[in-house]
């Protein structure tokens, strides 16, 4: 198996170290920078057999980026591709080129057998696969387990052939007018690096007003735990965990929450994690860089003044 990730200006998407793992540490990197991802530290130990493809002046354009993957992939039978918003795009473009069955929101992927999450993760259909397939890993389920590179990954770059007409039979392109900037209200939770996620500390719906504002203040999105959705002051699309949505932050702050397994569990592993509680040895605080015994909510008062 082989692991196809797009690249944008040398920035992996998410997932994509579970979908190198996913392939045994075998990948193709394709889109601008890719030398520069191959040495990114998300796949130090993770990555064994690196193949780059510089693709220039497309943009990421899936059926342009298709026509150049597909002829690198002929001879590789069972093709995965992370879960997220391009590996979404690219996958079915991939799979019309190389006339091979897609097998979207896997949660494991082998030869022979593949795992799929179905209504909403509530039910996991195992199917057989044929004897080629392309794939999508959901992000943020297989996980990453750290440990010290073996050997620096073996890295072989390719040139790319731009095609000059990119439609085929992988279908047209859409023409890109403008590009928004995300807003952080609305990022899908599992792609936003910063998260200000709101526990049972917290004293009413009121507050999570109050902390939607001030994530906007520093480009944060809200989130929260199920005992708030349960309360119903949150969309259970904003409910963090093993329940809800899976995410991997940069950043994550978490107000009032004290860590039940099915809340951490579901938090991959930020690059720094604050949590505001008045409970200094619970769970959330132990997991924390820093751990701030105060009141969550006098907490966001003193925030919302500063911002």
């Known amino acids: 198996m082989i692991a ?7 920035v992996l998407p998410q997932g994509a170290d579970e979908a190198v793992a996913e392939c045994g540490g075998r990948a193709l990197l394709a889109g601008t920078s890719t030398a520069a991802a191959a ?16 693709i220039h002046g497309l ?3 899936p059926a342009a980026y298709a026509s150049v993957i597909a ?3 002929a001879s590789e039978p069972h093709v995965v591709l992370p879960g997220s918003p391009d590996g979404r795009d690219l996958a079915p473009r991939l799979a019309a080129l190389l006339h091979r069955p897609l097998h979207a929101g896997a949660v494991s992927i082998e030869p022979g057998r593949i795992d799929l999450a179905r209504k909403g993760s509530t039910e996991l259909h195992r199917v057989s696969p044929g004897a080629s397939f392309i794939a999508t890993l959901q992000p943020g ?3 990453v387990a750290s440990s010290p590179p073996a050997a620096t990954a073996h890295v072989v770059a390719v040139t790319s052939s731009e095609p000059q007409n990119a439609t085929g039979s992988a279908g047209s392109d859409a023409a890109v007018l403008d590009v928004l900037p995300p807003d952080p209200a609305s990022i899908d939770l599992g792609e936003a690096p910063r998260i200000v996620a709101a526990g049972a500390g917290l004293d009413g719906p009121a507050r999570i007003e109050q902390l939607t504002s001030i994530g906007a203040s520093i480009g944060a999105s809200m ?6 959705t349960d309360r119903g002051w949150v969309p259970h699309a904003r409910q963090i965990g093993t329940t809800g949505v899976v995410v991997n932050p940069r950043l994550y702050l978490a107000f009032g929450i004290s860590g039940a397994v099915q809340h951490t569990a579901g938090l991959g592993h ?3 994690t604050i949590s505001v509680n008045t409970d200094a040895h619970c769970p959330m ?5 820093l751990a701030i015994v105060a009141d969550a909510n006098a907490t966001l008062d003193a925030l919302e003044q500063l911002l």
Do not use: K, N, W
Not at 4 to 9: E, K, M, S, T, Y
Not at 40 to 47: E, H, K, S
């Open 4 to 10: 196809v990730i797009v690249v944008r200006d040398g």
């Open 39 to 54: 040495a990114d530290p998300t796949l130090l130990g993770v990555a064994t057999e690196v193949v780059t493809c510089e």
């Open 59 to 61: 943009g990421f354009r």
């Open 71 to 73: 002829p690198l992939l």
């Open 141 to 143: 389920v297989r996980g």
């Open 223 to 228: 989130g929260a735990t199920r005992v708030v």
């Open 270 to 272: 930020p690059d720094h």
């Open 285 to 289: 605080m132990q997991l924390a860089d």
